[in-house]
Each structure stands twice: as structure tokens, then as C-alpha cells.
């Protein structure tokens, strides 16, 4: 099901640039955006799909590049600011990765969410030329890995992993994992198999022998 079924007609979003609903015109933008990619997505889709004319685009928004990536922060921070937090508020560094992968793939399914991270398939070709779009999609998978390198410091000095554990290989690992599974998604997996390629991630961390 797509992500914007529910949503209202666009129709009251024509014609007022300053007066439509923002989160609900970003919503349509990140459906458009999963579904086509980046670049191959046309100015007249997008336009359409937010319920307005190229000029009110651009008066809301600056640019095609702009859009992207106020879609793209509003993904980030709608869906997964609070599983981030989650996974490093948890006490136990296990029961951090494990849950934090098994609530990813709820959310890489949900019918309410484009399926799949958006950060991963709809810009997985920009082109160098985009450089304001391709080094801020850069920065936001550097940004998983910075998580994960976070977590695994904190269960390392609470005992919880072994002080010679490849922090910076093991959290680019998961956060590829993570990658991986929005990929799957877009191949159709079901909650079923996505839930048991989410239970490896725990497995990928080292055993303490001390503990």
C-alpha cells in the first residue's frame, strides 16, 4: 500500500504555496522520491503528487534539491530519531542492537512508510554532479555507522564486549546490515523473513570471555 493512500486530496494544496500542509506535501514528495529515485524524479511528478504548480515548488521549497533533503530530514526525524534513541538508552548493548534491528524492519515494512529507507534506494545513484544532495546522503549513512560506533564504545566500557572489538569495522557492518534490509524490502520480503534477517545482527557481536 502505498504511503500516501490515506492521505487527503491534494486538492486543497493547489494554489497555496504558503498555506498547505507541509508534512502532508513532504509525505507525497517521499513517496514520489522512494518510488523513482532522485535524479529520475521529474519536477512534473513531484508536482503533482504535492497537489501544486512548478513556481509554488519553488517558492516553498527553493529547488528540486531542497525538497529532497527536507524529505529527507523529515523521514529521518519521523521514523527513526526515536529507534536511534531507544537503541542507546538501552542498558544492554545486546538487547540494544537486537532490538533496534527487529523494530527496523517493522518500520522498513510498515504500510505507513515508504518501504525501505529512503536514504539507501531513492538516492543510491545520485550522480557526483548533485554534489548538494550526494554529500548530504553521504553524511546521513555516516551518520548510522557514528550510532553504531557509539553503542558498541558504551557496551565495550560497560563490560558488556571485549576491549580489543573492532569498533569502527563492526558498526560499518551493521549499519550495511541495516542497508541491506531496505533493499530486501524493495525485493518483497515479508515480515516473517525479515524478522529472522534482523535476529543476525546480535549475532555479529563478539562474545565477552569475561564476562
Known amino acids: 500500500m502505498s504511503s500516501t493512500e490515506n492521505l487527503p486530496s491534494t486538492t486543497k494544496l493547489k494554489g497555496r504555496p504558503r498555506g498547505f500542509d507541509r508534512a502532508e506535501a513532504l509525505v507525497r514528495a517521499l513517496d514520489v522520491f522512494w518510488r523513482r529515485g532522485y535524479e529520475p524524479a521529474s519536477l512534473a511528478e513531484l508536482c503533482s503528487a504535492m497537489g501544486i504548480n512548478p513556481p509554488s515548488l519553488y517558492a516553498a521549497f527553493g ?14 526525524r519521523t521514523y527513526w530519531d526515536a529507534p536511534w534513541a531507544r537503541m542507546a538508552d538501552e542498558p544492554d548493548v545486546h538487547r540494544a542492537i537486537d532490538r533496534f534491528f527487529k523494530e527496523s524492519g517493522e518500520i522498513l515494512l510498515s504500510p505507513q512508510v515508504p518501504c525501505g529507507c529512503l536514504v539507501v534506494l531513492a538516492a543510491i545513484n545520485v ?4 554534489v548538494e544532495v550526494f554529500d548530504a546522503v553521504k553524511a ?6 557514528a550510532h553504531f560506533s557509539k553503542r558498541l564504545k558504551k557496551g565495550i566500557k560497560d563490560g558488556q564486549l571485549p576491549a580489543r572489538t573492532d569498533v569502527k569495522s563492526l ?4 549499519n550495511t546490515l541495516l542497508e541491506g534490509m531496505s533493499i530486501h524490502v524493495r525485493d518483497g520480503v515479508t515480515l516473517s523473513e525479515m524478522t529472522k534477517l534482523a535476529a543476525y545482527a546480535v549475532r555479529l557481536l563478539p562474545t565477552n570471555a569475561l564476562a
Do not use: P
Not at 528540486?64 to 529521518?76: I, M, T
Open 63 to 76: 529547488n528540486k534539491a531542497k525538497l529532497f533533503l527536507e524529505a529527507v530530514d523529515f523521514y529521518e
Open 140 to 145: 546521513l549513512r555516516q551518520e548510522g555507522i
Open 127 to 130: 550522480s557526483a554532479e548533485s
Open 171 to 174: 558498526a560499518a557492518v551493521l
